[in-house]
Every structure is written in structure tokens, then in C-alpha cells.
């Protein structure tokens, strides 16, 4: 059967039918259930994360109608989702992963400290959106497959086709270019 | 703020850039091409002590005669396979290409390939600081090294960088393909720089039988009549018909082993520029250097990748290490004990590093021959890994 437009998709949703989920897990079920397998790197867990999912978005749509950004929405929930998952879950053993990947983040941090955000969602928004726009596109996608989709180093090269060193080489300009981003524009987060 | 908050934060990213973060990019498909044919070559490297193409004969007994570098070796029917390794070395454990790998040359990011013989090397242009990146530490490493320009090529494309005595290729790290095949002979000057020696004729993706030519002149004759042939932005370009495979070797271009294909309905397609590139050539052009390879070809056996040879650790010395092959062999009383000298870090590192030691079985891949008047001497070795013996060979743990 072919895939719903995005559209449509949105349209049933605003309409509550439940045929929303049913053509959201067609069209996007593997991609979403991949996202968060490599984020709590358990099936199970992230057959459950890609339920709750579908759940949320019932919740979210309306007020949302991401009709030209269906897969970008779910997936931003399907991530956070997982990432709560991951920590509230102490068997799934990720924690080692993501204080990597909250180590590496946190060099892009000018001055960090304990203190939450500074910065309200849009402006920071803002600040993270304006430096991926200074990216080539490449860099733009390597830093978010990354930091967005939470890949390994190795799975970054593979998807690439470059070596592991570069991704890596690639990886730590980006966040000190971010981290000097944030400075010159006068970003306190 | 801390980094696991940045890190949550990032879901307020533009969907659009999200949504591309997720899709393949069109250049990188391209790049992924010659990613699989070096996998392939790899694979190949793997294998080759039991598939060498051409040199391998199954014997009655159910023992195979295989050539390593030219040495006959019969070994029993084993199934010898090795996975691809990615080991990233610490930096006093890297090689200096290893160790810096990146030129930022007027702005443009040139990375680093393969080193290059001196006799290709021609005016410095200066200067310049080359980086490169320690994983381990975190640190990043600069050095200012002599950049210089190659015989025959674009500086905006290739140049030759002096670290430690030795020159190596840094090529622009860029997606800038050009607009015609005249535009490609000019700032690579390919007739000169790359030679068509080896051809392998496919039909589709099939290989069946190798070549050689002793004179590539005349196909530079006909490719330097196609100039204006354009440039074809195709990613789901795929071998259908016949073409001529030829191996693009070159020191000044810093490719070894690639892929120069001269189809039969008139393109060429090529991965010697990092990227897939493809010109449409025209029928006429493909069909007169066909007919020149069919008459001017004589049949020879195909080219490994690499060639590997396998064996049993049986001692390490300051100097060199000493590798027997009597578990492969079918009559153990023929077994040889190859040498391989440690002065080149990319095999001492296994041993100092990764702890390879004497009673392990090895896979050494090398691009020489072996020296058997100076005792076995393995030339141009490059790699070694630790093997498991299997009921089907040896392997080598990924």
C-alpha cells in the first residue's frame, strides 16, 4: 500500500481518527523505532518509546499541524522520549553513552554551570539553529547525526564513507566553533 | 547550563535540518560508491589467500596452489576471511600521514591520501600549518610543513605536503565536480598521471577476464577528442552493459587501486577524484577504445587488492618478526617462515600495541613480493592482524 502524504496524515489526526496511527507507524514506524533503538539500544524499549510516540502526537495534533514536517516532529518526541527513557532506566545501560555525548556537549558550552538554561526555547532555538546555518552541509549533518540522532563515531563514518578519525576530527571543530558561536553572538546559556 | 541539558536542547534544531540530517545527501551516495568498491578491495585483500584471481588452481587433492607476491604456496582448502579493522591508534603509535591528516590552503580543506615519489614534485608554494587531531587526548596537533605543487595538477585540487622527510598527497576534501572531461584533463593532466595498464572487461558487475596493455597512448588519443563530453550528475548509475574495468593506480593523483571504466555505450565512470564522477563519452569514442583493447590486451592474471599472507607467530625480535604458514599447508613439510622487518610503525604498533604475540596466528597484508633469496623477506608490508583459526580458516575478529 503507498505511503499517506504527510498531509493527509495530519488531516486524520485533526479529524481523531485513529487511522493517524495506524498510517504514521506505515510510513514511519521503522525510522522511528531505529531512532530510539539507537538511543536505548533495546528493542523492546524502543518498540515502547515508538508507541508512546504515536501517543504523544494523538496529545499533540492538534494544536500542532506539522503537515509539512510530520517525520521532524515525531521524531523530535520519539527522542525525547527515548532520552528520558534511557535515564529513567538504569538496565538499559546507556548511561555511559550519553554522559559522552553530555561531555562533548558540554564543550560547546562557553562557561558552564549548574545553573538551568538562561535562555528561553527560542532564543536558544535561535542560537543552535543560526550556528547550524553556518555549517557546510555536511559538517550540518555529521554534527547532527551526532548530537541529534545520537549516532556512534563508527556508524557516523559508515553513513558517511569517511574514516572514524575525521568524523571525529570533524566532531570536535564543530563544537568549538559552536562554543565560539555562542560567544561572539553574546549567547549566556 | 550543562552539556546532558545542551544536549536535550537539541530537539529545538529546524526540522528541515533535521529531516536532511536524515536523508542520504546526494554526494555523499556518490562518495559511499567508492567507499563500497574499497570495501570490496578490501574484502579482497581478505580473501586472497585463497581467491588470487587468476594464480589460484584447486588441486585434485583438495589443496589449493596460490600466489602470494608471486611466491607458489599449496595450501589446503581453508575458507580464509578477515573483517575490516578500524583501529584507532594513539598518536606516538600513528604514522606522521596518520598523525596529520588536515591543510587548510586558501581557505580550502585539503586531506590528506598516500605519499608520493619526489620525482612529481615541483614548485613550493609555501608554508602552511597542517593539524591534526589526537583522539585519545582530546588535543589538537599543529605543525607548519612545505606545501608544494605536483607535476601536472591543479593546486585547487592536489598538492604534495613534506612531512618528515617524505611528500604526501593532500587532496581538496571538497564536492566540486567540473563541467566537462576537458576540464578534468586539464587540471589533472590524466594522460600523464594516470596510466591505463590493467583492464578487467565486465559485463555489469560481473568480472571476466584481465588484461593488460603496454601502451595506453592511443585511449588518451581518443579520450583528448572527448573534452566537451559533460559531466553526468547521476547517483543511480549502474553498470548494465559491457565495459573495460581499468585499474586507476596513481602516485601523482594519490589513488591506488581505483576504478577507471570505459562502458560500452559511450560513459565513463570513475572514482579516482573521491566522488563518482561520469562523462558521457559517446558511443564512438567507448567502440574505438574497445577495438584497441581487444587487439592491443594480452590476457594476465587479475590484481589483488593487496596480497595477505597467514601463519603462526613463531618469534619476535628487535628487528623483525617471524610468521610460519604450516597450519595452511597441505603438506606441512613445505612450510616456509616468512620475515617482517618492525621499522615501519604500521607493523610494530600491532605488536607494541596491540599485544600480538608469539603462538598467535597473524594475517600480514602487503603491496611487495617476498625476497626468498634474502630469507623470506616480506616487502611492503602495511598491516598485521591477530587470526583465529576456524573450522572454515582463519578469521580475523572485527
Known sequence: ?189 | MRGNELLDKMELVDAAYVEAADAEPMDVKTKKKRAAWLKWGAAAACVSLLAFGGMMTNRKDDSTRISLGGTLREYKNTNITASELAIEWPWEYKTVSEQYTTLILKGEEFYVGRAIGASWIGDILGSYDVAGYDTYTGQEHHMTAEVYRIAGISEDNIVAVKLDGGFFVFRHNGYAPPADFGEVLDDYTLEQTLPLEQFTVCEGYEEKDHFRLDDDAYIWEVLSTCRSAAFIKDDSWSENGRSLSFTATSEALGVYNAVFRVTEDGYIWTNIFDYAYIFKIGREAAEKIFSYAAENGTESEQEPYMFSLAGTLTEITEEYILVDDAILCADEKEAMTFKIYLDDIRISRHIEFEGITVGDVVIVSFTGSIDEEAGNVVKGACSLSRGFLSEDGISVPE
Open chain 1, 1 to 189: 500500500m503507498e505511503a499517506l502524504d504527510d498531509s493527509k496524515i495530519v488531516e486524520l489526526y485533526l479529524g481523531r481518527s485513529e487511522a493517524a496511527i495506524c498510517r504514521t507507524s506505515e510510513k514511519y514506524g521503522n525510522r522511528l523505532r531505529s531512532l530510539s533503538y539507537g538511543i536505548v539500544g533495546d528493542r523492546q524499549t524502543a518498540e515502547e518509546c515508538e508507541n508512546d510516540t504515536y501517543m504523544e502526537a494523538w496529545n499533540a495534533i492538534p494544536p500542532h499541524e506539522p503537515r509539512g514536517y510530520l517525520y521532524a516532529f515525531l521524531a523530535r518526541i520519539t527522542r525525547h522520549i527515548s532520552l528520558n527513557c534511557c535515564r529513567n532506566r538504569s538496565r538499559l545501560k546507556r548511561s555511559a553513552f550519553l554522559c559522552e555525548l553530555s561531555a562533548e556537549m558540554e564543550q560547546c558550552i562557553p562557561a558552564p554551570d549548574d545553573v538551568e538554561s538562561r535562555m528561553d526555547d527560542m532564543a536558544l532555538s535561535q542560537a543552535i539553529n543560526g550556528f547550524l546555518s553556518s555549517l557546510s552541509e555536511e559538517k550540518r549533518n555529521l554534527f547532527l547525526r551526532r548530537y541529534w540522532y545520537l549516532d556512534s563515531i563508527a556508524c557516523i563514518a559508515g553513513r558517511f564513507a569517511i574514516s572514524e578519525s575525521k568524523v571525529k576530527t570533524t566532531l570536535f571543530r564543530c563544537r568549538s566553533q559552536l562554543r565560539e558561536y555562542l560567544e561572539k553572538e553574546g549567547y549566556t546559556i
